[in-house]
């Protein structure tokens, strides 16, 4: 008697978790079923893509070529016969690596102290703060073609910026996103003068948590401002600098539309980047395979930095 | 005596050390705001000139008569409404859809438990580290056999599903105690009154960040609808903007002014909401 009570409890039970499960898969189904379709399919199909011959048309026009187009793309054979040189003076695919790692090399730094000079100014009781914050990361917000295109006019032959530097006494009268040696200088400037908002956002968050009293300790012992910024803040701001640059390089890795709208990755190759060569291989060429290799070579840069960041989270996180 | 005058005479210095160090910082800061306001200054300059003007030397910061009818010539040059009604359609769907679901998942994920839970999550995190441009070309390649390309639709489900809202929500209702679900329970409350009645007004604060950020990223997105809409019927002002820069490239005054328009309506939100900006990126502080 007892044990069919059990069973009987023992089944309706599970008729409850049932029921339970369902209503779970109910919430999650309406986002996952979509995110499924167009995210995690594709994330899928790009790795297959990545071994196959296609030029788009009809599915059994695709051809199996194993690691083909990743030889193709690093030029293995020309490489291996002409050294390590050939790759990035002369490979589209090292050029375009050469000129993301230099963009980023050059934007992370700049951007990350003018955040952190932005946000200690701006963190000190300063007037009108609130207003010098708006203004500072409002060209986060603003629409990158509008700005693109108006950095662009402004950096043209007879355009302000050269009037400007003509003016401080160096002779330049050249547009600058024609001109192969300044064009990847200003789309740095432009990514600069878009995100550093963006980080003091960031880093004035930061600062509100360092803790008051280290620096009522730090005057005691007699530390003056400057060692107090260098032994008590830039310590403390440590962990968020460390996840902002991680962020700060990943997004220059993906760098797209300031290319496309300020110089179209020219002049020649002098703006050629990871992304924009994706785009031309596969929207102009209709090179799917080769575009997917480039792809996964963009992929494994960034999955490199995101587990950098994971395992510093986890330490960070410990301490 | 001496000891006490040498005190005072250092205090005066450092007193007037600091007046200057303050004088100093705000000539620095308001430098950096003029290097961050002077591209829309120029931008608002020089739509208002000539198209011979823009580039007069020395430059003239404020035009001699101001040409309003470029803002006019402009509407008739440019299927502006179109571009802004296409515009407001996705990123008001988008934002609709992308913050109900989300949080719809994010519940279910933060406090319901069932089998495949964190699998299913894992797949959420790991596509968040996935650039999209590794898989734009397969998303078109599906999007094209499926029929949408050129539609509104194909944005609409390009953004929408973001792994971001979901991982956004989950960690704002991880910070919910559950105990109020299981006192909502034990009132006769089902799971979608839960989610209804006690989650959602609790979760003001993260559906601001999602809804502005959502809006905002999809108003200014312009790979996605370069990609996918080619007829004018359906350019977004991003993609319509860059058409008419490079049908009219010499017409810089002109551009401008397109410029200015296409700007203005992301300044109003962002100038009312800005509070709600801040606080997402300080709180959430991730959106690569």
């Known amino acids: 008697m007892a044990q069919t009570d059990n069973r009987l409890l023992k089944r309706r039970k599970t008729r409850y978790e049932r029921k339970k499960e369902l209503v779970a898969y109910s919430f999650i189904a309406p986002n996952f079923i979509g995110f499924a379709v167009f ?34 793309i690093f030029k293995t054979a ?59 990361f409002f060209p986060y917000v603003a629409s990158m073609v509008a700005i693109c295109v108006c950095w662009r006019f402004m950096m043209m032959k007879d355009g302000p910026i050269n009037q400007l530097i003509m003016a401080v006494g160096i002779n330049y ?19 600069v003068w878009r995100n550093m908002g963006y980080y003091m956002v960031i880093y004035l968050a930061a600062l509100q948590g360092v803790p008051q009293d280290l620096y009522e300790a730090a005057t005691m012992d007699g530390a003056n401002k400057w060692q107090q910024f260098c032994h008590v803040t830039l310590p403390q701001l440590s962990p968020t600098t460390f996840f902002a640059s991680t962020m700060l390089i990943i997004s220059c890795f993906k760098i797209y539309d300031v290319v496309k709208i300020m110089t179209e990755g020219g002049p020649g190759r002098a703006t050629k980047m990871l992304v924009t060569y994706i785009y031309d291989e596969a929207f102009s060429n209709f090179n799917y395979g080769i575009a997917s290799a480039i792809a996964m070579v963009l992929l494994v840069i960034v999955l490199i930095f995101t587990l950098i960041q994971f395992s510093m989270e986890d330490k960070y996180a410990n301490n | 005596m001496t000891q006490l005058a040498l005190n005072k005479n250092a205090g005066v210095r450092r007193s007037t050390l ?70 407001a359609t996705i990123a008001l769907l988008v934002t609709f859809i992308q913050t109900l679901t989300s949080s719809f998942a994010a519940y279910a994920f933060a406090k319901l438990r069932f089998r495949g839970r964190n699998t299913l999550f894992i797949c959420y995190v790991a596509t968040i580290a996935v650039p999209w441009q590794t898989y734009m070309l397969p998303q078109f390649i599906l999007m094209r056999s499926m029929g949408l390309y050129d539609t509104l639709w194909a944005i609409v489900v390009l953004q929408s599903f973001s792994a971001f809202g979901v991982f956004l929500m ?80 010499s017409d810089y005054h002109l551009i401008m002014a397109v410029s200015v328009c296409s700007l203005l309506p992301v300044s109003v939100v962002f100038l009312a909401l800005q509070k709600y900006f801040i606080q997402g990126i300080a709180t959430t502080g991730l959106k690569g």
Not at chain 1, 55 to 68: H, P, Q, R
Not at chain 1, 106 to 126: K, Q, S
Not at chain 2, 188 to 202: D, F, K, N, T, V
């Open chain 1, 39 to 72: 995210t995690l399919l594709p994330v899928l199909f790009s790795i297959f893509l990545s071994f196959v011959k296609w030029k788009g048309g009809a599915f059994s026009t695709m051809e199996w070529v194993g690691l083909g187009n990743y030889a193709e």
């Open chain 1, 78 to 136: 020309k490489v291996a016969e002409k050294g390590l040189g050939y790759l990035f003076t002369k490979v589209d695919l090292g050029i375009a690596l050469k000129n993301t790692l230099f963009y980023t090399l050059i934007t992370v730094p700049l951007t990350l102290i003018c955040a952190v000079a932005l946000a200690l100014a701006l963190n000190r009781a300063v007037k009108g703060a609130v207003g010098f914050r708006t203004v500072f």
């Open chain 1, 173 to 191: 009268n050249k547009s600058w996103t024609a001109d192969s040696a300044m064009a990847i200088w200003s789309i740095i400037l432009v990514s």
């Open chain 2, 18 to 87: 600091s007046v200057v160090l303050k004088a100093l910082l705000y000539v620095v800061l308001i430098a950096l705001a003029l290097f961050t306001l002077i591209p829309f200054v120029w931008m608002i300059s020089a739509s208002l000139k000539l198209d011979r003007e823009v580039f007069s030397y020395p430059i003239r910061w404020i035009p001699e008569t101001f040409h309003w009818e470029n803002y006019s010539l402009i509407w008739s040059k440019v299927p502006l409404i179109t571009y802004f009604k296409n515009t």
């Open chain 2, 170 to 249: 989950r960690q704002f209702y991880q910070g919910i105690p559950t105990e109020l679900c299981e006192a909502a329970r034990i009132d006769g409350l089902s799971e979608y009154g839960i989610w209804a009645r006690i989650m959602l007004p609790l979760s003001k604060a993260a559906i601001a960040t999602l809804v502005i950020f959502t809006f905002v990223g999809t108003w200014n997105d312009y790979m996605g609808p370069m990609i996918y809409l080619t007829r004018d019927v359906n350019k977004t002002i991003q993609v319509g903007l860059q058409r008419f820069i490079q049908e009219n490239s």
